[in-house]
Structures are given as C-alpha cells and as structure tokens.
C-alpha cells in the first residue's frame, strides 16, 4: 500500500530566507505525485504536480519541486519566501496504474516570520 | 462556475444524532471524493465516486457512514448515530480525469463541513 511521510509538522523559517519542505512516500508501483497548500480559513488547493517527464516542476509563485525515484521523495523548495506563504503544505500521492485515490501526508506547517 | 460546495459549513450535534452533509461538485467533474480531516493531520480518503457509481471505500467507513451520488451530480455522506469520535473536518472534492484506470487526479476541494459533536 502507498503512504506518505510529511518529515517536519512545523517549519518556522524568517522571510526572505530560503525553505524545504520535505515528503518521502511509499509505493509497490510508479506514482502522481501533489502538493497542496491550504493557506489559512481556505480550502485546499493544488500547488504543483509531477506526472510525467521533467522531474523538476514549479509554481506560479515560485515553488518548486523535485522527483526523486531513487530516494523515494519529492521534497518542495522555494529560493525565498514571503509572509503570504504562510500555510499548511501537504504532500500527496495517487497511483497510475488503475488506483483513484489520492493519499496525503499529516501536512507541515510554515510560518514566515518578519 | 463556482467550484465545490459543501453545506452545512458547520454542524454541531449530540451524540446519537444522524446528520447528513452535501457536496455539489464542479457540474463537469465526473470523481467525487469524501475525505476527513481532524486536527494536525492530512486529509483521510473516506470514498469515491465516478459518476454514480461507489467505486472504492476505505475501512475508516464503518457501517454508520453512508455516501450517495444519486444521478451523478451532488453527494450526500449521511453519518447515523453519531459518536465523538466523528467530529471532524469532512471535505469534498471533484476531479475531471479521462480514463477509466486514470490516477492523474488533480482534486478540486470544497471549503469543508465541521462537524462537532457533543
């Protein structure tokens, strides 16, 4: 069965500095892999995602991430982050061979600090 | 289109009540999909739909939880006999995926229904 492992619940970081946020999962067969951020009183929504081809993908706002088959991980990077980012990240997985589910991660906190 | 809806956004409740919450998804997305969420963690799959059809149910789903997409458009996830235990974050999402076998879903949430229950 897949599963995904959030390593940090928390990550406090000051603005403008840089921040990883990092997600390992677990899987018998290849992957989709997602990160979704939740920014406060708001739903979930996408962020990025690896389906296929370029194992490095980013955001509109600046985020990237990259899919490591070898380690298992698809960790999310930003160069410097702002106030606005400020959020609860969560990674997930769904499988691409006749699975429809989608499986997240316990999420993990940022806070940018002044 | 206005995204996901769900209603009630919040329900408070005694134990031993039933209550049903509503999901009306994006009107051309063909997955629905229930999930819970309790504090400090992520989203738990609950069930899933394509069209009409309850395709999948995870064993978090004990007999007192129901689900139904009646005709393929809005979902009900009826929850009898409430316990503490259930009070939750219980969020919907729809996806549009080509392809019976698809994995490739990019999950479209609703705000969330809050479910307390005293």
């Known amino acids: 069965a897949q599963s995904v492992t959030q390593l940090d619940s928390q990550v406090p970081v000051f603005e403008e500095a840089p921040v990883e946020l990092r997600c390992n999962y677990s899987?018998?067969?290849?992957?989709?892999l997602f990160w979704y951020v939740q920014y406060p009183n708001q739903g979930l929504q996408l962020l990025l995602k690896?389906?296929?081809?370029?194992?490095l993908v980013e955001s509109i706002n600046g985020f990237e991430a990259e899919f490591n088959k070898s380690q298992t991980s698809f960790h999310l990077r930003k160069p410097s982050v702002h106030i606005s980012d400020t959020a609860e990240y969560f990674c997930?997985?769904?499988?691409?061979?006749?699975?429809?589910?989608?499986?997240f991660g316990a999420g993990t906190r940022l806070f940018v600090k002044a | 289109d206005t995204g996901v809806s769900q209603d009630p956004r919040h329900k408070i409740t005694k134990r031993g009540q039933n209550v049903t919450f509503r999901c009306d998804p994006i009107?051309?997305?063909?997955?629905l999909y229930w999930y819970r969420q309790t504090l400090g963690q992520g989203p738990e799959f609950l069930t899933y739909?394509?069209?009409?059809?309850?395709?999948?149910k995870s064993r978090l789903l004990s007999d007192r939880f129901s689900a139904e997409r009646p005709k393929g458009s809005f979902s009900t996830l009826e929850i009898q006999r409430t316990e503490q235990g259930d009070s939750a974050m219980y969020l919907c999402?729809?996806?549009?995926?080509?392809?019976?076998?698809?994995?490739?879903?990019?999950?479209?949430f609703g705000a969330g229904s809050r479910l307390t229950v005293l």
């Open positions: 999402a729809s996806s549009l995926t080509q392809g019976f076998s698809s994995g490739a879903n990019v999950l479209t």
């Open positions: 899987s018998s067969v290849s992957v989709y």
């Open positions: 009107s051309e997305h063909n997955r």
């Open positions: 997930a997985v769904s499988l691409n061979t006749g699975g429809f589910k989608t499986i």
């Open positions: 690896y389906l296929s081809g370029s194992t």
């Open positions: 739909f394509q069209n009409e059809a309850q395709l999948e």
